[in-house]
């Protein structure tokens, strides 16, 4: 048995839980959301993943590695939906990888686009 007989969930540290909720709920549309001990907001996901946001003053934004992404079947429609949504989507040029004006780096056979959140935590869409 190893861990890849598990369900894998992301955590994403935040500054202020207020602005986190208005970014998760209002402009990614996450819903549901739970709120537990910790002070965070644990949002469901398809087939049983979960986000989790978490207050952790000073630790927010720290890495410049994705935190964490969405596997999205039009990765087009949901690009433009967050967009309209106000989410900036990141320009990226930087050896193989290079977005198109709508942020979408194709790599082979798939395609990721990447944003911020309002603390500088980087996630990602991913179209498989």
Do not use: R
């Not at 942020?103 to 798939?110: E, N, R, V």
Request: charged share 20%; with cysteine; glycine share 14%.
């Amino acid at each position: 048995m190893g861990l890849s007989d598990y369900q894998y969930g992301g955590t994403i540290p935040v500054e202020d839980m207020a602005k986190a909720k208005d970014f998760y709920e209002g402009t990614l549309g996450l819903s549901g959301g739970e709120e537990v001990p910790d002070g965070g907001i644990t949002y469901s996901c398809a087939e049983g993943s979960t986000v989790h946001v978490f207050p952790s003053p000073g630790n927010a934004g720290k890495t410049a590695a994705t935190l964490g992404g969405w596997d999205v079947q039009d990765i087009e429609s949901v690009v433009d939906e967050l967009s309209s949504n106000g989410v900036a989507f990141e320009q990226v040029d930087q050896g193989p990888i290079k977005t198109d004006e709508k942020g979408i780096a194709t790599l082979g056979d798939s395609k990721t686009a990447w944003f911020k959140d309002p603390d500088g935590n980087t996630l990602a869409l991913i179209q498989a």
